[in-house]
């Protein structure tokens, strides 16, 4: 098989008979061993052009047997019987126009249309989400939800089902109301289920990355993603599809219950060849001195050698990222390379609104971009839209890539073998992000270039915590009801259940760390009376309110052993009450920049650097603290201190307005749908006094189409862009 495999790479051309040779090979191989069978087909289609056209019967024959009905079209070939080409026609959409499955496809599509509920474990390039579209696009359900564990993702879905609006209410965010004139479908993450008030009865769930829900996987998340999963089996008992990659299996007894299917399948129509590095560079690799730097050397003589093809890093954490972006500009620079594009809007965008200096707009005029969860949601979606239009060829990702975001990479480098600073990347991880070398439709072969060992073979089995309930957290745990706990006698059951119920409500529907919830309430009632002041306050809080109320958050509901560097407890207060007053990321930018030049840890940095650093500090600041953390401790503060005035019959104060306020960026109520929508903060701004406060948040698209507000003078190009990137074809 290698032989075979390095003869298509190698030779030039095949004449007739060299070409019926190999096909019969594959034939041969197909029926012996499938996988190894399916692997030389694609390594045969990506090399198409080499092979004799006279024997394309053949070949539309061998592609036929195994199903890649995809590529039939793809590649224009004709298939030579009549029951060949019946499958084939079988193999087409009944509801996505001219789009055809393959057979596996085809087989979990049976499976999603039987009365079974599915869970799917199958590699990225299988093609899953499309899946999504056919369920969508079949008109069967009047509600579905989807969960998916990040923003990024729920955008992507957005726009590619946004052609079905004129069927389906698409809902984003917690403050749309459901419509009773058509159907509903919403794009929520765990949190936002959780949060939504009054679902209608849901009648398909859609659970993507569902391998979250494990409670062994290290992710902070867990506990919401079981949270909302439970509530909308039991509330509306809806069938569900369930897919991830790489999956064995899942918490036994758990598919019978809910009478599912676990299907597990590695069919892809994607090929990945393996290049180790790390072998040929044995004992010269390291994280410190020469090492270090020979190692980076390695890494960037090989992206300049792959310059025209498009390639993604993965790096353990944005500042990882960002550094090695930065240092390939150097290398860049110092081989003399030219800058390609100097005028993408993007860049003025920056240059108006962050920093002309920011390394970033060098990176993306040397087609360098990076993808990281620090970053705003625009400027992630327009970097990988540049990346996958071919603007940008090098990507810079940390694990935002093992997510499923989508996109066009002939190439990846697994570069860095941790995620963050401690968790090394296992088997699971590096097939993940392995998955995304190479695309569906897009490329036949990847490679995956390995500058580590690759990590040790293991099966990967997902535990569904409120089923399995070993382990379990006190947050899942205190949301199942009373008949179906398993373990009666454990000490969180006997600690849970003393909380009295009134207070057990408050603490499950805030669905945060339950036992600091249960100290802070204590606090609370120790405090309420000499710091009255301090605690029930109303709208904006002042400088001692917002201290003394973050303090009690701070304090309590951070989770033992969750990680919140390099943020600390007196910056947090600083930073948040600074930008409830000027709202500008220039000036968090520009503080952090004072800040940081004080520190002695800073005196070796230039001030380019500490700029980067500012700037990418500030970014996560906005995404992680005041867009998710900051917003749900006051609520929790909020609600505790409610409860505490209700029993002693003081006045509450309340946090919800400001709360609000910093998770949509101070954007008015009903512009915050365009911030979801991945347009820019500044564009907002600018389209506030055009559009009527009173407007409902679903017809703000519409209208701003409608008065052709884009076209205004003061915005810029990239402002436009993302505006008209939201239009659909019923908009225009």
Not at 29 to 46: P, R
Not at 334 to 356: A, F, G, H, M, Q
Not at 464 to 485: A, G, H, K, R
Request: proline share 3%; glycine share 4%.
């Amino acid at each position: 098989m290698t032989e075979i495999l390095e003869k298509i790479q190698t030779v030039a051309e095949f004449n007739n008979s060299e070409t019926f040779d190999v096909y019969r090979h594959c034939a041969a191989t197909l029926i012996q061993d499938e996988e190894e069978g399916i692997n030389l087909l694609i390594h045969i289609l990506n090399s198409r052009e080499k092979f004799s056209k006279s024997l394309d019967e053949m070949l539309a024959d061998l592609v036929e047997s195994i199903g890649f009905y995809p590529y039939l079209k793809k590649e224009s070939l004709n298939l030579s019987s009549t029951s060949s080409r019946i499958r084939q026609v079988a193999s087409l959409s009944s509801n996505i126009q001219d789009k055809y499955f393959h057979e596996e496809q085809k087989y979990v599509l049976d499976l999603l249309n039987s009365d079974k509920n599915v869970i799917v474990s199958a590699p990225t390039s299988f093609g899953k989400s499309l899946l999504i579209e056919e369920i969508v696009a079949s008109y069967k359900y009047n509600s579905i939800v989807v969960i998916q564990p990040t923003l990024a993702l729920l955008d992507e879905t957005r726009k590619k089902l946004s052609k079905y609006e004129e069927n389906y209410k698409i809902i984003v965010r917690t403050s749309q109301e459901a419509s009773t004139e058509k159907s509903n479908l919403f794009l929520l993450t765990s949190e936002r289920v959780n949060e939504y008030q009054n679902l209608p009865d849901i009648d398909f769930l859609i659970i993507d990355e569902f391998y979250k829900l494990s409670s062994k996987r290290d992710d902070e998340r867990s506990d919401s993603l079981n949270n909302a999963f439970r509530y909308i089996l039991e509330k509306f008992n809806p069938k569900f599809y369930l897919l991830g990659p790489n999956i064995q299996g899942i918490s036994k007894g758990f598919a019978e219950k809910y009478n599912a299917i676990f299907y597990k399948t590695s069919y892809s129509l994607v090929g990945c060849d393996e290049i180790d590095i790390y072998q040929e560079h044995k004992g010269k690799f390291g994280a410190q001195g020469e090492k270090k730097k020979y190692k980076e050397k390695i890494l960037f003589d090989l992206l300049y050698d792959l310059k025209e093809q498009n390639t993604i890093i993965y790096c353990s954490s944005p500042a990882r990222a960002r550094y090695l972006s930065a240092e390939f500009l150097k290398y860049l620079i110092e081989k003399n390379e030219s800058p390609k594009n100097r005028d993408l809007s993007l860049i003025d965008w920056i240059e108006t609104y962050v920093s002309e200096d920011w390394t970033l707009v060098d990176c993306l005029k040397y087609r360098i971009g990076v993808h990281d969860g620090a970053l705003q949601k625009h400027l992630t979606s327009s970097i990988i839209d540049y990346f996958n239009s071919g603007i940008l060829k090098t990507l810079f990702c940390t694990a935002t890539i093992i997510e499923g975001v989508n996109t066009t990479a002939k190439n990846v480098v697994f570069f860095d073998h941790k995620k963050g600073r401690n968790t090394p990347i296992d088997f699971f991880d590096y097939s993940n992000i392995k998955g995304r070398a190479g695309r569906l439709m897009e490329h036949y072969v990847g490679r995956i270039f390995n500058f580590n060992p690759t990590p040790k073979h293991d099966q990967v089995y997902i535990d569904i915590p409120f089923f399995e309930q070993n382990p379990i957290s006190d947050e899942v745990l205190i949301n199942i009801n009373n008949e179906n706990i398993l373990d009666k006698e454990s000490e969180q059951y006997q600690y849970l259940s003393k909380i009295p119920e009134n207070e057990k409500e408050i603490f499950s529907k805030n669905s945060l760390y339950i036992r600091g919830q249960d100290s802070l309430i204590s606090k609370i009632r120790q405090d309420i009376r000499e710091h009255y002041e301090l605690i029930c306050w109303d709208s904006t809080p002042r400088y001692r309110q917002l201290e003394y109320c973050l303090g009690l958050a701070w304090d309590y509901l951070i989770k033992p052993g969750e990680n919140v560097n390099p943020m600390t407890k007196k910056k947090i207060v600083k930073v948040t009450f600074d930008y409830g007053i000027n709202k500008s990321i220039i000036e968090l930018v520009k503080n952090n920049f004072v800040y940081k030049k004080k520190l002695e840890r800073y005196d070796s940095w230039s001030d380019k650097e500490i700029l980067d650093e500012s700037i990418r500090d500030s970014f996560q600041i906005l995404r992680h603290w005041f867009q998710y953390k900051i917003p749900k401790w006051l609520l929790v503060v909020n609600e505790l201190q409610r409860f505490v005035c209700s029993e002693l019959g003081l006045r509450p104060g309340n946090y919800t307005f400001y709360a609000s306020s910093i998770e949509s960026d101070f954007v008015r109520g009903n512009l915050t749908i365009l911030a979801e929508y991945g347009v820019p903060r500044s564009a907002i701004d600018k389209i506030e006094k055009y559009i009527d406060k009173d407007l409902n948040q679903d017809l703000v698209i519409k209208e701003i189409i409608n008065k052709k507000i884009h076209e205004k003078p003061e915005f810029l190009s990239y402002e436009r862009e993302k505006l008209i990137s939201n239009y659909t074809e019923k908009d225009v």
